[in-house]
T-cell receptor, first 116, second 112 residues
């Protein structure tokens, strides 16, 4: 398996534009997480899915953010409209939970978003 | 899990010294205690973990110790090397739930 794959690696967009970040989790993993990382706030959990179902989106900053997981191999995080304060590195991670659970979370390489 | 804090937030040591990072958590149901390392510009990666039925685990120069009563666990790095410089995150978790919340992070700088 190639690991968790995120695209794009870098995104520069103008304020007000729609941004879509994509993630392909490791095959067989049943949990998927979206994080935002900044110097000020560290690694924030935005939303996570289990078996493609959103379980907790309490970390989503506001209605401009939305996430979907239409199937076990694909998820998107969308920001519409984007603002300069959304500039950050966005990570997707996946893991296998259930049973004894608690196994390692594998991260994608991240998407560095810059909103100008 | 949930309320997770790390201390110190930054740590500077000389090469060869030991470093200790502490993670405190609030959820007494936590039973899985991993540490992740994130090098500059890279993704976080697991370096060591421990489960609640074990008090200590060691892997070469790194070790993790757990105090469930006090609700904290620590990462110990001995004989530090410049390549240990990174940000370290803890992520205590209840394996009955999927939520994965990371600590506030500790920036370790090892000077040659």
């Amino acid at each position: 398996d190639a690991g968790v794959i995120q695209s794009p690696r870098h995104e520069v967009t103008e304020m007000g534009q729609e941004v879509t970040l994509r993630c392909k989790p490791i095959s067989g993993h049943n949990s998927l997480f979206w994080y935002r990382q900044t110097m000020m706030r560290g690694l924030e959990l935005l939303i996570y899915f289990n078996n493609n179902v959103p379980i907790d989106d309490s970390g989503m900053p506001e209605d401009r953010f939305s996430a979907k997981m239409p199937n076990a191999s694909f998820s998107t995080l969308k920001i519409q409209p984007s603002e300069p304060r959304d500039s950050a590195v966005y990570f997707c991670a996946s893991s296998l939970t259930g049973g004894r659970g608690g196994t390692e979370a594998f991260f994608g390489q991240g998407t560095r978003l810059t909103v100008v | 899990g949930e309320n997770v804090e790390q201390h110190p937030s930054t740590l500077s040591v000389q090469e060869g010294d030991s470093a200790v990072i502490k993670c405190t958590y609030s959820d007494s149901a936590s039973n899985y205690f991993p540490w992740y390392k994130q090098e500059l510009g890279k993704r976080p990666q697991l370096i060591i973990d421990i489960r609640s039925n074990v008090g200590e685990k060691k892997d070469q120069r790194i070790a993790v110790t757990l105090n469930k009563t006090a609700k904290h666990f620590s990462l110990h790095i001995t004989e530090t090397q410049p390549e240990d410089s990174a940000v370290y995150f803890c992520a205590p978790r209840n394996t009955g739930f999927q939520k994965l919340v990371f600590g506030t992070g500790t920036r370790l700088l090892v000077s040659p």
